[in-house]
């Protein structure tokens, strides 16, 4: 199985101060024949299921906000929030979808300082 | 627009089975275009993927489980869910997810990432 590692597991950020949370996968997630990195990130507000943000590593999903950037090729991978507004407290998940069984990183929780 | 809505029982006795139902509303599930998925959370966890189906009726389901549990697609727009000899470890909040198609350069299909998501139903194995 790919291992998807995120990191930092918590992170406070100041309003409008910029966040970024990482993901590793333990295995290339970059198909080579059509340069696709399957990884995805969600976004999991409590008491709510995750909602797509990014497909395709950077593909930003429709109604997302563009304070919101993917990026990351091959193993390594970063979601940015470049100015947290309060409606951005929630964890935040990475998932590849190269290989079978899907897994998803373990989480970072991303609150307000 | 397409909504998903899980409804099931909210408490199985163990070694029980476990059987859930996602309505698919706005759209059909047999119309092509989409895998169907089943994901699960345990209590304050994160994110684990038990399998899906595709509207061809072919399955892909977790190693973790697959002994247990069988996903199938009914004539009432339902996707199912079925977990056999539960566990405590099986509680958990069950969600259903679309998933689009990617198709590689040979043309077989692969599942994308997961663009639309029930409300999720709990589920407390416990006697």
């Known amino acids: 199985d790919i291992v998807m590692t995120q990191s930092p597991d918590s992170l406070a950020v100041s309003l409008g101060e910029r966040a970024t949370i990482n993901c590793k996968s333990s295995q290339n997630i970059l198909y080579s024949s059509n340069n696709k990195n399957y990884l995805a990130w969600y976004q999991q507000k409590p008491g709510q299921p995750p909602k797509l943000l990014f497909y395709w590593a950077s593909i930003r999903q429709s109604g997302v906000p563009d304070r919101f950037s993917g990026s990351g090729s091959g193993t390594d991978f970063t979601l940015t929030i470049s100015s947290l507004q309060a409606e951005d407290v929630a964890v935040y998940y990475c998932q590849q979808y190269y290989s079978n069984p899907f897994i998803f990183g373990g989480g970072t929780k991303v609150e307000i300082k | 627009q397409v909504q998903l809505q899980e409804s099931g029982p909210g408490l199985v006795k163990p070694s029980e089975t476990l059987s859930l139902t996602c309505t698919v509303s706005g759209g059909s599930i047999s119309s092509g275009g989409y895998y169907w998925n089943w994901i699960r959370q345990h209590p304050g966890k994160g994110l684990e993927s038990i399998g899906y189906?595709?509207?061809?009726?072919?399955t892909y389901y977790n190693p973790s489980l697959r002994s247990r549990v069988n996903i199938s697609v009914d004539t009432s727009n339902q996707l199912s869910l079925r977990l056999r000899s539960v566990t405590a470890a099986d509680t958990a909040m069950y969600y259903c997810a679309r998933a689009g198609v990617h198709y590689y350069g040979s043309g077989k299909p692969w599942p994308s990432a997961f663009d639309l998501w029930g409300q999720g139903t709990m589920v407390t194995v416990s006697s």
């Open positions: 189906i595709y509207y061809s009726g072919s």
